[in-house]
């Protein structure tokens, strides 16, 4: 059979060096150093003012009276450096440190990347917020855990849709900038106050204060088991980071770059990754009001239709509505494809149909495939680590480490954890110095908690590939250990496209069991009108019969106790922000999930739940 044909793309790092430790520990590489970085990401910024003041830097569509989004408002590089200049000083003359830094409750907005720019040429740290914590949460405890861990001299709002959140959180004598709208009862700064005042030169001296230590942002963990921690990112990490990616993924740099992203910047991927690549490179990012829900992916497809990026990112379920509309949709296709070199997802498993029908779809459109690229990382590694080393890329691949990372390879319960080292690591958590040090090997590796096999033994310049979390994992009342990661994506690759996400179940117990969250796809197999409630579409005879062929072809395929789903139930109440049970992506934690739905576990394995679906 002849070998598909990929959209030429190269990859930076196909080498590695591997060194045994002490007890099968092992260590490994890239085998080439990581080049050069400035000292903070502002260096580039002003770097790209002075070299193409009028290029577009940021983008986004503007609000119009109506609800609409209309047309796209640009800021060029020019107007970021002056504004940001502008914003410094006013932050200068507050007094703002690390000790009381900005925090922010906005979604993506152009102003959110002013001020967030403004933080980093005064040397003031800003902390991008999850706005479900203001927007969605009704108790705002995340919302409340956030400001008493960075103890804010600023907070600044978007809008007046934050003004409950602030009127319940945030202090009487604390400042509150917002773009536009007010929180009734108490006076705000206007944002375009703060932009307008001149920068002296006390904003050069502010900034040619800052280095590599200095604190740039805290992004906060997800808080899935305990409250979110308050990840410190200095420009080392950040800069580091940049030029790791530059160097593992040469396309980068290799023309203009221009990103469609509605990745939040709260999140590392969104905010570190995507946003700091746009200032690292000089390239234009379009910002997305669009996400991959049922609401708002009409939104993205638009933009996607209009907007040919150069590389594009994604989370799994982004993928899947764009592949699906692709089938049908020629203008998506025809500007997509038309000049990107790569896609890249990350933030859960991508199922195999997804790839499948991206693939024709392309080859359909282009005769051609695009390298879906991915790899592993996280809040505290700058995000990116790993990176794939080929075209070929299967499910679960992860790939090699980038320029400067060292990889400690250790056995863990019968699995492999891999440990970070390297410049782009963070220091630890801020105010936090118990979780710092757990965190933290005695060899001063990164104890990341994923654990990886070898996508081929006989070849290690293959890398690796993702088996599971450890923390996931657990045993059967047998003692034999279910690997949740593997058995999860083999779960929603078998019933792709009605499964969102898999939760398994089975602790302590004498069988797996799995509770479906399912997408929107479902509702078509149950005949029953658009509007009938979901616990109505998922008892339904249809979706009932659709459940059990893929539990039956799960069934075919086990090979014991520890990868057998024995009883399945589908889940009508969708995941909460508020109980840590879904992340900004949209990726679900296990352990929340069972947590806090133990009575539906307990059900589920006591059969008193009604339509449990079990292998005929």
């Known amino acids: 059979m002849t070998a598909p044909q990929f959209r030429p793309l190269k990859f930076g790092v196909t080498r590695v060096n591997l060194r045994n430790g002490t007890d099968g520990t092992r260590y490994l590489q890239a085998d080439q150093d990581l080049q050069a970085f400035p000292d903070r990401l502002t260096d580039r910024l002003q770097h790209w003012a002075q070299v193409k003041p009028e290029h577009s830097f940021m983008a986004r569509r503007i609000q119009q009276a109506d609800g609409t989004l209309g047309d796209w408002q640009h800021i060029s590089y020019a107007q970021a450096w002056q504004t940001a200049r502008n914003i410094a000083q006013g932050l200068i ?204 992916m009409h939104e993205t497809l638009r933009n996607l239709r209009e907007i040919a990026p150069t590389v594009y990112f994604n989370v799994p379920t982004g993928f899947e509505a764009i592949a699906h509309a692709m089938q049908t949709d020629d203008q998506l296709r025809k500007t997509l494809l038309s000049r990107v070199q790569m896609f890249f997802y990350a933030g859960a498993a991508l199922a195999q149909p997804i790839w499948d029908s991206l693939y024709a779809s392309q080859e359909r459109e282009v005769g051609e495939r695009i390298v879906m690229g991915t790899g592993l990382g996280m809040t505290e590694s700058g995000p990116f680590g790993i990176f794939v080393t080929n075209p070929f890329v299967q499910a679960g691949d992860l790939g090699v480490p980038t320029p400067g990372l060292e990889l400690k390879l250790v056995n863990m319960q019968g699995k492999t954890e891999v440990r970070y080292r390297g410049p782009n690591i963070t220091p630890g958590y801020w105010r936090n110095p118990e979780e710092t040090a757990s965190a933290f090997d005695e060899e001063g590796f990164f104890k990341t908690g994923d654990a990886v096999q070898w996508i081929d033994e006989t070849d290690v310049h293959l890398g690796l590939k993702f088996d599971g979390r450890i923390a996931e994992d657990f045993k059967l009342a047998t003692g034999t250990f279910v690997s949740v990661g593997p058995l999860r994506a083999k779960i929603i690759a078998a019933g792709a496209p009605f499964i969102q996400d898999a939760v398994l179940t089975g602790i302590n117990l004498k069988e797996v069991g799995a509770m479906i969250f399912p997408t929107p796809a479902v509702r078509a197999l149950s005949g029953l009108p658009a509007d009938a409630p979901l616990a109505d579409v998922l008892a339904s005879a249809p979706v009932l019969a659709k459940f059990q062929d893929i539990v039956n072809t799960l069934a075919q395929t086990s090979t014991g106790s520890a990868n057998r789903i024995a009883r399945l139930c589908l889940l009508s109440e969708p995941p909460t922000i508020d109980k840590g049970e879904i992340t900004d992506k949209g990726s679900i934690n296990q352990r929340s999930v069972l947590t806090h739905r133990a009575d539906t576990v307990a059900a589920l394995h006591a059969d008193t739940l009604h339509d449990i679906v079990k292998p005929q």
């Open 93 to 296: 003359d507050r007094g703002l440190n690390a000790e009381r830094p900005v925090v922010i409750l906005s979604e993506n907005s152009l102003e959110h990347a002013l001020l967030a720019l403004g933080c980093l040429v005064a040397g003031v740290p800003y902390v991008p917020t999850s706005p479900p914590y203001s927007l969605v949460s009704v108790d705002y405890d995340k919302l409340k855990h956030v400001l008493s861990t960075v103890t804010p001299g600023m907070v600044f709002a978007s809008d007046a849709r934050y003004a409950k959140a602030i009127a319940a959180t945030v202090s009487d004598d604390m400042e509150v900038v917002m773009v536009e709208g007010d929180v009734p009862g108490r006076s705000v700064t206007a944002f375009e106050s703060l932009c307008s005042q001149p920068a002296t030169p006390a904003v050069d001296a502010a900034m040619a204060a800052t280095g590599p230590d200095t604190i740039a942002k805290f992004l906060f963990t997800s808080g899935s088991t305990k409250l979110p921690k308050a990840v410190i990112n200095t420009n080392r990490l950040w800069c580091a980071n940049q030029q790791q990616m530059a160097q593992s993924m040469p396309v980068l740099a290799e023309q203009e770059l221009v990103l469609v992203d509605w990745l939040p910047w709260n999140h590392t991927f969104g905010g570190n990754h995507n946003f700091g690549m746009t200032v690292f490179h000089g390239g234009t990012l379009y910002i997305d009001d669009g996400k991959p829900t049922p609401a708002l």
